[in-house]
């Protein structure tokens, strides 16, 4: 036999106490994003439209739908709280808000924009 014992921790929680608790934390993070939306787009003069912005919004959330446990849930909705602020109060960037995006088509059209320079066109006109 080896000298090694099994024991339960006892850990306090960081927010909620029962799984209810958490659920409610997430949704009312989920519903402060949602109605901040369409401001955030407006204000940071985004491109890209808002069906495809609370789709993507709702993508996020999902992607933990699986969580259990309840200190990890509540470390999520402190760090959305943080997201939210940042965007909230521009503290985050444009581009720091399209890394949740895919490339979308109207950044496609400016790339394209860009790349149609003359030297460009002379170029493969040459080929």
């Given amino acids: 036999m080896s000298g090694r014992q099994v024991t339960n921790r006892i850990v306090r929680p960081i927010l909620s106490k029962t799984p209810e608790e958490a659920r409610k934390g997430v949704n009312a993070l989920y519903r402060e994003f949602y109605r901040e939306l369409e401001w955030t787009m407006r204000a940071h003069m985004m491109d890209t439209p ?14 933990n739908k699986d969580i259990t446990d309840i200190r990890v849930i ?16 521009y503290w985050a960037q444009n581009y720091n808000i399209y890394n ?14 860009k790349n149609n320079t003359f030297l460009d066109n002379f170029y493969k006109s040459s080929d």
């Fill in 100 to 113: 949740y995006f895919d490339y979308t088509d109207t950044q496609k059209k400016k790339t394209a924009e």
């Fill in 74 to 89: 509540d470390l999520l909705v402190v760090k959305g709280r943080m997201t939210f602020d940042e965007i909230h109060n």
């Fill in 50 to 63: 808002i069906a495809v912005a609370r789709q993507k919004l709702k993508e996020e959330f999902l992607k």
